[in-house]
């Protein structure tokens, strides 16, 4: 149909661009970086485009048969477009940040190659139209992130490499085996609002319980829900740029935007709530965000303190997801982007940190701040955000799920909101306390350097990601804010009224 080249392009940008840069050598800076920044620049025109367009109720979707019955559908939804804009968005400031973050390291087309293809992967996931197709590109993201996590060679980044590929590989075949057993029980069909299987009723209730239970398994490995969280942590050993890819913009997101697909668009949410599946998952999800939290608590190394805090932040999703009712529909659907903002801003600003002074350790920043006053200055709006203090991104985000769950008469909700909040102040606030107020104790491990703050390539990314993630908490009842377009999604997708 008219427009079909849209979306094909968007997947097609990425792609391209990743096999060139493999094709370059390394002494290639110039030109390298000029590919990469183009292709992101152009992935945002495209993505411009459908945003227009899909407000104005035109559709770009299209349609490849590869047999019979197995159709690769790219859909150009309003969610779909939602997790696409962030990704994006995001895949431009991390690409500026990893030209200079890897300025001098080895094997910089390879790490720029695979970093484009798992855009590629990205992008597929938010348009995949079924089931099918969300599987392909989601095992794909699995091949194509794990040469990024074991980028360094060193004997710790391989280990966590075959952590990553243990969990995923199994959370894939688990995947694999639900997706055929969707086929079989309701034949090939693309995603529709108000969930495709609810058409066979409550009677198959145990079978399509199971089915349920089997997808979140599948996709709850991206999305490090308990227990199958255990690769995210592991994976820090991998670059910022990476840490930032994995927790912001590609596969904790992947992993959490495919349960929204599951929940809204496979089964339906008022059909899963009827087979008794949504409280469970309610469960499991505030669980996570404490058991997230309490973990973070107890690490002293930045990063692993970063990804405990984004296993309990991940599951702010699934938990507004699983609530049902409008207002914590919106509050998941806008926390995919507002985390997304906080979290990349947090792990580029851990990066300036390492690059900069050598630092990795929350015990090694006494004083950090007077040195680096941007950096922590975005990294303070990274983390008031997680806490939710306003009016950062994060405060809309639990303003709303906190607000929905009181709709839903689900108290218990709040209680866990709250205990969140206060377990992200007890692990944040003491690095802000000691970055901001405590004197230098020692000097910095490896200091390069003695400019002001960061590097221009490390600090500018950082700067915009934080200028964002305030934005959007300042503006959020402006017609172009991420809240507005999930209120949108809600009421166009999901039947909610605005």
């Known amino acids: 149909m008219t427009g079909a080249w849209i979306p094909l392009a968007a997947v097609g940008t990425p792609l391209l661009t990743g096999i060139v840069i493999f094709l370059l050598a390394d002494w290639r800076v110039a030109l390298r970086t000029a590919l990469n920044l183009s292709g992101a620049f152009v992935k945002l025109v495209l993505v411009a485009v459908m945003l227009r367009g899909v407000a104005n109720g035109y559709d770009y979707s299209v349609r490849v048969a590869i047999v019979p019955g197995l159709d690769i559908v790219l859909i150009t939804d309003a969610l779909a ?36 293809l798992c855009i590629v992967a990205t992008t597929g996931i938010a348009l995949a139209g079924n089931l099918f197709t969300l599987f392909v590109f989601y095992e794909i993201l699995t091949l194509v992130t794990y040469p990024l996590v074991i980028h360094r060679g060193t004997r710790e980044a391989l280990a966590a490499g075959r952590v990553y590929l ?87 997101k992947a992993g959490a935007f495919a349960i929204i697909r599951v929940v809204y668009d496979v089964f339906g ?15 499991l ?36 997801v699983a609530v049902l009712g409008p207002l914590s529909t919106i509050g998941a659907l806008v926390h995919l982007v507002n985390q997304g903002l906080m979290k990349i801003t947090l792990f580029l600003s851990a990066g300036n940190l390492a690059e900069t002074l050598g630092v990795h350790h929350v015990h090694e920043m006494n004083g950090v701040g007077r040195r680096m006053p941007l950096t922590m200055a975005a990294f303070t709006i990274g983390a008031l955000g997680m806490i939710g203090v306003p009016p950062t991104a994060g405060f809309v985000t639990k303003i709303y799920l906190g607000t ?45 350097g003695t400019g002001f703050d960061a590097k221009a390539t490390l600090l500018v990314p950082v700067l915009f990601s934080a200028a964002f993630a305030l934005g959007v908490g300042l503006f959020a009842d402006t017609p172009v804010s991420p809240l507005e377009w999930a209120k949108l999604i809600s009421q166009r997708e999901f039947g909610y009224a605005r």
């Open 269 to 283: 949410v008022e059909f899963a709530e009827a087979l008794g599946v949504l409280g469970p998952l309610a469960v």
């Open 285 to 320: 999800s505030a669980f996570t965000i404490l058991y997230g939290s309490l973990r973070a608590l107890a690490q002293d190394e930045l990063k692993k303190r970063l990804a405990y805090s984004t296993v309990s932040q991940v599951s702010y999703i699934v938990l507004g």
């Open 81 to 116: 477009l939602l997790f696409l804009t962030l990704s994006a968005g995001l895949w431009a400031l991390t690409t500026i940040y990893a030209v200079g973050y890897l300025e001098n390291a080895p094997h910089r087309s390879r790490f720029f190659g695979f970093f484009s």
């Open 404 to 448: 929905g769950a009181a709709e839903a008469g689900q108290w218990w909700v709040i209680v866990i909101l709250a205990a969140s909040s206060l377990l992200n102040a007890c692990y944040f606030l003491p690095i802000l306390y000691s970055a901001w107020f405590q004197p230098q104790t020692a000097p910095w491990p490896h200091e390069h």
């Open 166 to 252: 243990r969990y995923t590989l199994a959370g894939g075949a688990v995947l694999l085996f639900a997706v055929a057993w969707s086929h079989a029980l309701a034949g090939p069909h693309d995603f529709v609002a108000g969930g495709y299987l609810r058409e066979l009723g409550t009677d198959q209730r145990l079978s399509l319980t199971l089915l349920f239970g089997a997808l979140i398994a599948g996709f709850g490995v991206k999305a490090a829900l308990f227990p199958l969280h255990g690769w995210l942590p592991a994976a820090m050993v991998a670059p910022a740029p990476v840490s930032a890819l994995l927790h912001a913009v590609a596969v904790v």
